[in-house]
């Protein structure tokens, strides 16, 4: 037979044919969780760990091993939470075109911001009572021009793939604005005109690592889904 067995209750499939985890309520637990560590895993808090590593060891270490390790770490297991999330959900109903709601996505656009914001306080906070190498002050400042390319990656694809979806385009340029503002600022307050050679360089390979970090987790969330439960039907 073709029918599926459900073991929770879902909506009706006449009145909701496909179903995301947050109208489930089993599965929103699970779903939320793996929105929250979806934002730890995010390259504006890795940019405000690093900064604070930064200050609080002084060493180029800490601020690059710190944030990779907890980057690593929370998309593995956002990924994790968001397989059982959609667990709950009968295969031929799952809607995976469907956005997480409207005020998940502005809010993320908020907290990526706000990291954003926080760290260029900080960092400029403390370069003001520190004399600092212009390489640290490059490695931010390239940290920040690579998360704003991938930011304005993403703005365009929302432009072209879902025009009519003005809260993700708006959450993407909320987020677009508060990288492009940190990076200027930034650029300006630590380094000026004292660009050298040795500083440009320090500031690609910052942006080609937070790059890198940003393709790595897209890699990880193209990966299919595997059954749990070996290759039988799911319920």
């Known amino acids: ?30 779903y939320l969780a793996s929105w929250w560590l979806q934002r730890a895993a995010s390259l504006p808090v890795a940019f405000l760990l690093g900064v604070v590593l930064w200050v609080f060891t002084g060493n180029l270490i800490a601020p690059i091993v710190g944030p990779v390790s907890v980057l690593t770490i929370a998309m593995i297991a956002s990924r994790q939470c ?5 667990d709950y959900i009968p295969r031929k109903r799952r809607d995976r075109s469907a956005q997480a709601a409207p005020v998940l996505q502005l809010t993320a656009s908020f907290i990526d911001a706000l990291a954003l914001v926080t760290g260029l306080l900080v960092l400029i906070a403390w370069l003001s009572t520190h004399d600092v190498p212009e390489q640290v002050a490059a490695y931010a400042i ?19 793939r879902r025009p009519r979806d003005r809260v993700v385009i708006a959450s993407r340029l909320l987020a677009l604005a508060a990288v492009a503002t940190a990076v200027v600022v930034a650029s300006t307050a630590l380094l000026g005109g004292r660009w050298t050679t040795t500083s440009v360089i320090v500031a690609l390979i910052a942006a080609a690592v937070m790059i890198a970090v940003q393709v790595v987790w897209w890699i990880i969330k193209a990966i299919p889904a595997r059954r749990r439960h070996g290759d039988s039907e799911e319920p």
Do not use: C, S, Y
């Open 82 to 86: 968001a397989l059982r999330a959609w």
């Open 1 to 30: 037979m073709n029918d599926i067995t459900e073991v929770i209750d879902l909506p009706p499939a006449n009145i909701k044919p496909l179903l995301h985890p947050l109208d489930v309520p089993a599965a929103r637990g699970a």
């Open 142 to 160: 390239g940290a920040g021009a690579g998360i704003a390319l991938l930011q304005l990656g993403e703005v365009t694809v929302a432009a072209v």
